[in-house]
């Protein structure tokens, strides 16, 4: 067995775990339980679309969706339109934010099958798309969510945060998909040699087809609990999960070039990201030295990671 | 350093050893070679021969022991960095050309004294030069990227290079298996180069599986095993029969009787005209490079899916580019051997691991796959082993019609001989095999050939009409010729 310390995403939790600590330690007036609830709360939300990222990206070289925010607005003005802020329309509100990631997921690939651009192209080319019509339908109306999703999204069970808990559901079932079913070894197999994994009978183009839907399922369904969270669909409400989803995959120590994924560190990477952000700030430090130093930490965590074991 | 008259040895290995880990690769081997030599270097996969090679060309630093080389000027130097002022070239099995690049380009990067303005028209001299010499109308430009060569070029481009003039003249080459991709007349015309080489002074170290290209050329045969040198005399001292045996191996019996050609239903056809019936070894030869390879890949993709994977599959592939064909480079050796049969270990929606395990253990007793621990990576295995996962990866299907893609490149002769006892008993049970082979000895075990020239069928051999005669008869446009 592979000790600890050579699992790919044991520094993304040093990390996590630094931060933390430092934060908590200066944080008057909330205490470490306070921090830890609101980092899982907000990592939640990086994390569903990071596992979706995280498929795409294991297909190897070029793969990667860049219509996630889109698809988050998308999915979260047209879910509470059509619920419009009453009971009883829930579940019909979470069919549609689903439905729409797998509309949206089935147009990414036929683009990238039928157009043969490159998916960094056409999955942000199609995002302008998918933006415009979430302008169309929404049309600066802020409608609110049904209370009883509000509720749930900003409440807690066994004293965690709901969000939390289903995104830990959702890594669990990432996690055996990825590590104990067929399409994990598929998708790894293709990350490494599309040629040879199409010369050894994988059913390549269906393995694709059925990530990209994936990731942006993940995406739709990260958008709908957003604006419930949120308390309303913004148009720029998917901004930061552009950086964030591809960020938490690399952080978490799964490979850029493909073929070699893990799930522990997707949570490890997006708690990084929330605390890494609540330590400059509680250190009071402005907003450009901020984003300037995340971005630098970001660096140095992505290139101590690479250079780790990797359990060759 | 020391001074010694010109007619020293080129190279001088004393006590060389090398271990990886635990793993003795090289146990104290003492070998000269001097000039006007061409030695030949065998043994079975894993018996230390890369290793050799890579302790005199300079990649792998000796654990103990010292390597010396003697300069042209009759000084002697000890160490790695000697290797280049000797005029040591290695030809390498892997094939190592940078494809995004061109043939001169390629040539540019051992030979580093190509700079400055007009490099490229040097360049292109040298490498025009030495292909024309080793192979006369090869009809490969210096310019074209190597990229948009075939498997074959590429290694006659490698080869080239390895003998090209530069700075410092080549003044001894080591070709590690370098007909592996070429046929048999391409190989025949590197054979009468290598003779010319060694006749002008140069010396040639000659790996090479192919019992009949070693006798050919070598003028004295180096025997490996287990990392240590178990013979070493000259070539008219061996016969095939106690080569083989010093080797460690039973030697192959003549090719086993095929049976006759059953009568059994045609199973399969091919725009191109191919056919076969079921049960039987369908030989695809010719030259190199003649649509071959690409009359198979357009078979196996027509009979599988891009959306549906049936298990089990209608076809399965072997393939003989293991690089770009076939291997998973970041898996275990397990996780390559069982990529082809995952639809049947699949419970309930999971990998089945404990069967999974089971089945590579199977074959690794079944085909010999040398390794301690199967979930090591498929890159710690030497390239005729990770050859061996490849066949077992197909093997262990249950598909009608295997399709062989020059499989046997890098597998020595133990292996080999193993693999087509395999190959014939599973033809028996009803398996069908379509084997693209450049080796003669290798389509002569088939019972129904089809020879290929410029992308397309020429002729159709079965049972003794089967012949190297035949088949070369065939390979080259008579026209031409007359």
């Given at each position: 067995m592979k000790t600890l310390l050579a699992r790919p995403w044991i520094w993304a939790w040093v990390a996590a775990a630094l931060a933390f600590a430092l934060t908590a330690a200066i944080s008057q007036n909330q205490g470490a339980w306070g921090l830890a609830v609101a980092a899982l709360t907000f990592s939640a939300f990086s994390v569903i679309v990071g596992l979706g990222q995280m498929f795409v990206i294991t297909l190897g070289p070029g793969n990667v969706d860049l219509s996630i925010p889109a698809t988050m607005t998308l999915a979260g003005t047209v879910s509470l339109k059509v619920m419009d802020g009453g009971a009883g329309a829930e579940v019909t509100g979470l069919a549609i934010a689903l439905a729409i990631g797998a509309g949206v997921g089935l147009t990414n690939y036929l683009l990238i099958l039928?157009?043969?651009?490159?998916p960094i192209i056409a999955t942000l080319a199609a995002s302008f798309l998918y933006q415009s019509l979430a302008i169309w339908s929404n049309r600066g109306l802020r409608v609110k969510p049904p209370e009883s999703l509000a509720e749930f999204a900003v409440g807690r069970s066994l004293g965690l945060p709901n969000l939390a808990l289903l995104a830990l559901v959702l890594s669990v079932l990432a996690w055996v998909a990825l590590n104990r079913a067929a399409y994990g070894r598929q998708i790894s197999a293709i990350g490494q040699n599309p040629r040879a994994a199409r010369l050894s009978g994988l059913p390549v183009e269906a393995v694709r087809l059925a990530t990209y839907m994936l990731c942006a399922v993940l995406a739709g369904l990260c958008g709908f609990l957003l604006s419930c969270f949120s308390g309303g669909a913004a148009l720029n409400m998917g901004q930061e999960y552009l950086l964030a989803s591809i960020a938490v995959v690399v952080i978490g120590g799964s490979s850029i070039g493909g073929g070699r994924s893990n799930v522990p560190g997707i949570w490890a990477g997006a708690l990084f990201l929330f605390l890494i952000v609540s330590m400059l700030n509680s250190y009071g430090l402005g907003a450009g030295v901020r984003l300037l130093m995340t971005g630098l930490i970001i660096i140095a965590i992505v290139a101590v990671g690479s250079r780790g074991p990797r359990g060759t | 350093m020391t001074r010694t008259e010109p007619g020293q040895p080129l190279v001088t290995l004393d006590g060389a050893r090398k271990s990886f880990g635990a793993i003795r690769a090289l146990d104290a081997v003492t070998l000269t070679i001097d000039r006007g030599e061409c030695l030949a270097l065998v043994g079975h996969n894993g018996a230390g021969k890369s290793t050799l090679v890579n302790l005199i060309n300079g990649a792998l630093a000796p654990s103990g022991g010292t390597v010396s080389y003697g300069l042209p000027d009759g000084q002697v130097v000890t160490g790695g960095g000697g290797m280049r002022a000797a005029g040591i070239r290695a030809v390498h099995q892997e094939l190592s050309l940078c494809p995004n690049l061109t043939v001169l380009e390629n040539l540019r990067i051992p030979q580093r004294d190509l700079t400055g303005r007009g490099w490229r028209a040097l360049a292109a001299a040298r490498i025009g030069q030495a292909l024309d010499r080793i192979f006369p109308g090869h009809g490969i430009h210096p310019r074209a990227v190597v990229g948009d060569l075939t498997l074959a070029e590429r290694q006659m481009v490698e080869i080239a290079i390895g003998f090209a003039e530069g700075a410092i003249a080549p003044r001894l080459v080591i070709l590690d298996e370098p007909t592996s991709s070429l046929d048999a007349s391409i190989a025949r015309q590197l054979l009468t180069h290598i003779r010319a080489f060694c006749a002008a002074g140069g010396a040639v170290i000659f790996i090479s599986h192919m019992m009949g290209e070693v006798f050919d050329v070598a003028s004295r045969i180096v025997v490996m095993k287990d990392g240590r040198i178990t013979g070493d005399r000259p070539t008219v001292e061996f016969t095939r029969e106690t080569l083989v045996a010093a080797m460690g191996h039973v030697a192959p019996g003549a090719a086993s009787a095929r049976a006759a050609p059953q009568d059994s239903a045609t199973i399969l056809t091919t725009p191109e005209g191919l056919t076969a019936r079921k049960g039987e070894i369908v030989g695809l030869a010719g030259l190199a490079g003649h649509g071959q390879a690409a009359a198979l890949a357009r078979f196996y993709l027509g009979r599988t899916s891009d959306w549906r994977q049936s298990d089990p599959p209608a076809a399965v592939f072997v393939a003989g580019d293991r690089a770009r064909d076939?291997?998973?480079?970041?898996?275990?050796i397990r996780l390559n051997t069982s990529l082809a049969r995952l639809p049947g270990l699949v419970r309930r929606g999971l990998v089945d691991r404990r069967a999974e395990a089971e089945l590579a253990e199977t074959w690794k007793a079944r085909i010999g796959i040398r390794s301690d621990d199967l979930t090591n990576p498929i890159l710690s295995l030497s390239g005729g082993n990770q050859q061996k996962v490849l066949f077992a990866r197909a093997l262990a299907t249950a598909a009608p019609v295997v399709v062989m893609d020059d499989p046997m490149r890098g597998v020595d002769v133990g292996t080999k001989t193993q693999v087509y006892a395999m190959i014939r008993t599973e033809a028996e049970a009803g398996r069908t095999f379509l084997w693209y082979s450049t080796e003669t000895d290798e389509i002569l075990l088939c019972d129904r050939v089809f020879v290929f020239r410029n992308g397309t069928i020429v002729a159709e051999l079965t049972g003794d009409g089967i012949t190297e005669a035949a088949i070369l008869a065939h390979s080259f446009d008579q026209r031409e010729t007359a």
């Open positions: 039928l157009i043969r651009i490159p | 076939g291997l998973m480079p970041l898996w275990s």
